[in-house]
């Protein structure tokens, strides 16, 4: 089975421009997080996606927006970047309703804000 | 805030067993402990959850107190790939709720 895929792995972007970062997740996962982790620091929770529609959100602004599709890939959308917005953006995927084994986390997008 | 305190971080030497601490006084009767490592550049990777027997799998062993108020992580033999920060992060087994990431341990082996 394959795991959870995110594209890009590295990107640039000014300050001020918008981004959108894909996941997809594993097979039979329908349950999506995506997490911002800076530099230094543990994963920070952004929201979550349960049957195409948010179910659960972090302390983030909305200028951090989301989608899940029909086959459970998600989306991650950011608008007008901040410099602060630099980070490591990672997805997990899980079971539904349950955590057995735990999210199966993404290798990440690596976003510059310059 | 995450509900854990753990070590910023640790040495273990190459082959010996390592043994990660972490605090959870405050954990709730519905609270499972999970432990998860990130390696360099890398996404973090389930090792290993309980609520309060002691679990062992292929990775791990998770040792809980009887009180639950800490856990440790013990890798039995540590190799050089090993070498990670160690999350610990207590969460109810409800897909409503998410997991709250604190710093982690981390854990250098050395040859």
């Known amino acids: 089975e394959t795991g959870v895929t995110q594209s890009p792995t590295h990107l640039i972007k000014t300050r001020g421009q918008q981004v959108t970062l894909r996941c997809s997740s594993q097979?039979?996962?329908?349950?999506v997080s995506w997490y911002q982790q800076a530099l230094g620091q543990g994963p920070q929770f952004i929201f979550q996606?349960?049957?195409?529609?948010?179910?659960g959100r972090g302390n983030f602004p909305p200028r951090f927006s989301g989608l899940q599709f029909p086959n459970y890939s998600s989306e991650l959308n950011v608008n007008a970047l901040e410099l602060d917005d630099s980070a490591l953006y990672l997805c997990a995927s899980s079971f539904p309703r349950g955590l057995a084994y735990g999210y199966t986390f993404g290798s990440g997008t690596r976003l510059t804000v310059v | 805030d995450a509900k854990t305190t753990q070590p910023p971080s640790m040495d273990c030497a190459e082959g010996r067993a390592a043994n990660l601490p972490c605090n959870h006084s405050?954990?709730?009767?519905?609270?499972?402990v999970y432990w998860y490592r990130q390696i360099h550049s890398q996404g973090p990777q389930y090792i290993i959850h309980?609520?309060?027997n002691n679990e062992t799998n292929e990775m791990a062993s998770l040792i809980i107190t009887e009180d639950r108020k800490s856990s440790t992580l013990i890798l039995p033999h540590a190799t050089l790939r090993d070498t990670a920060v160690y999350y610990c992060i207590v969460k109810a087994q409800d897909y409503g709720q998410n997991f709250v990431f604190g710093p982690g341990t981390r854990l250098s082996v050395l040859p």
């Open positions: 309980g609520l309060k």
């Open positions: 996606y349960y049957r195409e529609e948010e179910n």
């Open positions: 097979s039979g996962h329908n349950t």
């Open positions: 405050t954990i709730s009767g519905n609270e499972y």
